[in-house]
């Protein structure tokens, strides 16, 4: 299955992509929460989808939220592509390196990106997520798909100054508002052939800057589940980025490029669709 969750920020209710149509199953499940994953939402919905309801169709100009409703927690795994500490100049990690983002960070796949308040940094980091499908603690590697309930396209926007020049950890560049697109679906771990073996692109403006595949993570899906359980509970519906491939804009020789206001930011995981998010200057 590949579950959407479709409508106004703060509305959304839960659907799921049908060949390219989209359908709304809210008269089946509440939402694509923790308890639905909890309570074994996946395969109920499986079932009920089987049994051939008649679904209402959802337009596709509506807008598309977050396919997972606010979780418990977004974890994200810091320089896991080797290439990508090269170009930072960072050691290649021994060990995970662990660090959250606001789970208000959350959005949907194609809104605007907000330059935070004073942010002259904010960068661009295409990932493949994975959302935890039942409650995990000391998980042990050879199960750890086992908690898994499926994969989705991440955008993990990172301001570099809030996050490298300010002190203290990464949260401060990594949890602004926007900061976490994610979808357009979710997709079941049997949409997924090989999950590392896919081929992962973004471009910004229409120039490509990250071209790589899951194939170069240091730490595999199995081992980041097992590995963070051991450290903490993981619950139905955590998000978990598992890090960016090398081109940044931090990472660009001689001078680093950011995000201005009016910039299109584009990225793509095979079989796990595309997102779009235009920036724009914070607000009040």
Known sequence: ??????????????????????????????????????????????????????????????????????????????????????ETGAPIPTEPIIFFKSTTSL?????????????????WEVELAFVVGKKASYVEEAEALDYVAGYALLNDYSEREFQIERGGQWAKGKGCDTFAPLGPFLATKDEVKDVDNLSMWLSVNGKKYQDSNTLNLVFKIPFLVHY??????LLPGDIISTGTPPGVGLGIKPDPIYLKAGDVVELGIEGLGTSKQTAVAYKK
């Open 1 to 86: 299955m590949k579950l959407i969750r479709f409508g106004e920020i703060g509305k959304e209710k839960p659907g799921v992509l049908i060949g390219e149509k989209r359908y709304d199953v809210s008269s089946i499940v509440t939402d694509f929460n923790e308890s639905f994953f909890e309570e074994n939402g996946l395969e109920k919905l499986q079932k009920a989808l089987e049994s051939n309801p008649t679904l209402p169709e959802v337009d596709a100009n509506v807008r598309l939220g977050s396919p997972v409703a606010r979780p418990s927690k977004i974890i994200c795994i810091g320089l896991n592509y080797v290439d990508h500490c090269k």
């Open 107 to 123: 959005c949907g796949p194609d809104d605007d990106v907000i330059i935070p308040k004073n942010s002259v940094k904010t960068d």
């Open 228 to 233: 963070l359980s051991q450290f903490m509970t």
